[in-house]
C-alpha cells in the first residue's frame, strides 16, 4: 500500500532536481529576493546525499573548465557561493594558488558543490524522486499543477506549483547491443562505475578481463582507472574512431560557451542552429583532454619497453551483439575502418566485464511532462528556456539541460550556469506576477525572501 500526503504544499515554484543547474537558481533566487522580488521556491532531489557524479569521480579525475566558471563568478564575483570564497572558507586557498592551475579535480568540485547546496537544506527535499506532474484544471484553465514525488520507503508526497523547472539531467544511454543485458550485474553504465566496480572480484585481486566502450573522457578514465588500480585486470578499450581525438579548448573556440553566444545560436533558423552545433561537437563530445591522452599513450608505451601488457586500445572497432552466459560476456565485434563492410572481420571476444562509457540521453523531461504534453507540443523553448505552451496551460514550465538545439552546445555543461539561472529567475518571476491577480492569493514566504547563510 502506498502512502500518499494528503495535505499538499503549494510552492511559487518546484524545481525537479538539485544538480548544478538548480543549485545555480536557487543562488539567482535568493539575490532576486534580496531585491524585493521574492519567489517561494522549493527542490526535490532523489539521491539520499547530494553528490554530483559521485559514481565517476576516479582519482584521474579532472575539470575541463576554469574553477571561475563556478555557479556564481560569471554573473556576480563577489557572491559569497563563488569556488574562490569555498577555498578561502575550508582554508585552502593559498594552497589551491600554488598548484597553479585553473582546473580543480572533480572530487574538488563535488565538494564545493555539496557545500554550496548545503546553504539550501531548507529548501530542497532529498531522497524524493518524481514520479509525474499533474495538471489542476480550472474552468479549463491550468494555474497550478501537482508535483508527485516518492522517496525510498515508498511513501508519495504532492506539493501544488504556480511554475516548474526541469533539470533532472542526463540518462545513460544504453547501446543496442546491450539492452538485453540491463539487469546483468557484469555490465554498468560508467554512471556507476565506482559503485559498481567496489563489487567486482579484482578487488580481490582475481584476474579479470574487462572492455570499455566509449571514445570519449568518461571511457579515458575508467580504461585508466582499471588498469592503474587493478593489477589483475586486463582491459581492452573499443573506439570505433581510427585514434583518440583530443577536445579542442583553445581560447577562440571557448568563445562558444560565453554567455553572450547563446543568443547567436538562438536567433538562427533551426538550420542554422544546427550547423554551429555540428560544426563544434569536437570541443564535447567524443573528445579527451589532451594530456589524458598523453598520459594514456605514455603508459601504452611503457607496456611496449616492458612486455607487459595489460591494456589495449583497439581502434576501428564496434560492438554488435552482446550475449552473457556463464562464462561470460561474448562481444561480436566487427572493424568500422572506412571502406568496410558493416560486419567486415567480424570476431568474438569473452570478457568477464563491461563498461559501457556511452554517454547520455536527455529525454527525461518528456516523460515528467506526460500529462502535460497536450499542452506542451513538441517541447519547444523561447529564449528564457519557458516551454512554449498552449494557452490553458497558465503554469510556465522551464528546462535546463535539454535546450542544446535552440540554445548551443552550453546548455548541457557547466558555462552558462549563472546567466541561466538568472534569466529564469528574472523570467519565473515576471510570469507569476502578471498571473497572480487571477490565478491565486498572494504565497507566504520569508520576509527575506530566502535562507540566510550562515557559513559564508
Not at 17 to 37: D, V
Not at 129 to 142: L, M
Not at 192 to 206: A, D, E, F, S
Request: proline share 5%.
Amino acid at each position: 500500500m502506498t502512502l500518499r500526503d494528503i495535505s499538499p504544499a503549494v510552492h511559487d515554484l518546484v524545481g525537479i532536481g538539485f544538480g548544478p543547474s538548480n543549485l545555480a537558481l536557487a543562488i539567482a533566487l535568493q539575490e532576486q529576493a534580496a531585491s524585493g522580488r521574492p519567489l517561494d521556491a522549493h527542490f526535490l532531489e532523489k539521491q539520499q546525499n547530494y553528490q554530483w557524479h559521485g559514481n565517476t569521480l576516479v582519482s584521474q579525475s579532472e575539470m575541463q573548465i576554469s574553477f571561475l566558471k563556478d555557479l556564481v563568478s560569471m554573473r556576480n564575483p563577489t557572491s559569497p557561493y563563488s569556488f574562490v570564497n569555498y577555498l578561502h572558507r575550508h582554508g585552502r586557498l593559498v594552497d589551491f594558488i600554488n598548484l597553479r592551475t585553473f582546473y580543480p579535480s572533480r572530487m574538488e568540485y563535488n565538494d564545493y558543490l555539496r557545500w554550496a547546496a548545503s546553504h539550501f537544506a531548507g529548501q530542497c527535499s532529498l531522497g524524493e524522486e518524481v514520479q509525474t506532474i499533474e495538471p489542476e484544471t480550472d474552468g479549463g484553465r491550468i494555474d497550478r499543477v501537482r508535483v508527485i514525488s516518492r522517496d525510498a520507503q515508498g511513501r508519495e508526497r504532492t506539493r501544488v506549483a504556480r511554475s516548474i523547472v526541469l533539470s533532472t539531467g542526463g540518462t545513460p544511454r544504453i547501446p543496442e547491443a546491450f539492452r538485453g543485458m540491463r539487469d546483468d550485474s557484469r555490465v554498468t553504465h560508467h554512471s556507476g562505475y565506482l559503485n559498481w566496480i567496489r563489487n567486482q572480484p579484482c578487488v580481490g585481486g582475481k584476474p579479470m578481463r574487462i572492455a570499455v566502450i566509449g571514445a570519449g573522457q568518461s571511457a579515458a578514465e575508467a580504461f585508466i582507472d582499471l588498469h592503474g588500480n587493478y593489477p589483475s585486470v586486463k582491459v581492452d578499450w573499443m573506439v570505433r574512431g581510427a585514434a583518440l581525438k583530443p577536445a579542442d579548448d583553445s581560447p577562440f573556440v571557448n568563445e562558444i560557451f560565453a554567455p553572450a553566444y547563446t543568443d547567436v545560436v538562438f536567433e538562427q533558423a533551426q538550420a542554422g542552429r544546427d550547423r554551429l552545433i555540428e560544426a563544434y561537437l569536437n570541443t564535447n563530445y567524443s573528445v579527451i583532454d589532451a594530456d589524458l591522452i598523453e598520459q594514456i599513450y605514455a603508459m601504452l608505451y611503457r607496456q611496449k619497453v616492458s612486455g607487459q601488457f595489460r591494456a589495449n586500445l583497439l581502434t576501428c572497432k564496434a560492438v554488435r551483439a552482446a550475449h552473457g552466459g556463464a562464462n561470460g560476456i561474448e562481444l561480436t565485434v566487427a572493424t568500422t575502418a572506412p571502406g568496410a563492410g558493416i560486419d567486415a572481420d567480424s570476431e568474438t571476444r569473452r570478457y568477464d566485464a563491461v563498461v559501457l562509457a556511452t554517454g547520455y540521453e536527455r529525454e527525461s523531461h518528456r516523460r515528467l511532462l506526460e500529462p502535460l504534453a497536450r499542452y506542451l507540443g513538441d517541447f519547444l523553448v523561447d529564449r528564457n528556456y519557458r516551454v512554449q505552451a498552449a494557452p490553458e496551460l497558465a503554469v510556465p514550465v522551464y528546462l535546463q539541460g535539454f535546450c542544446q538545439s535552440s540554445h548551443g552546445l552550453s546548455d548541457t555543461l557547466l558555462s552558462v550556469l549563472p546567466v541561466r539561472a538568472e534569466e529564469i529567475a528574472g523570467a519565473i518571476h515576471d510570469a507569476l506576477s502578471a498571473n497572480r491577480d487571477r490565478c491565486w492569493a498572494p504565497s507566504t514566504v520569508q520576509k527575506d525572501g530566502s535562507q540566510a547563510i550562515a557559513a559564508a
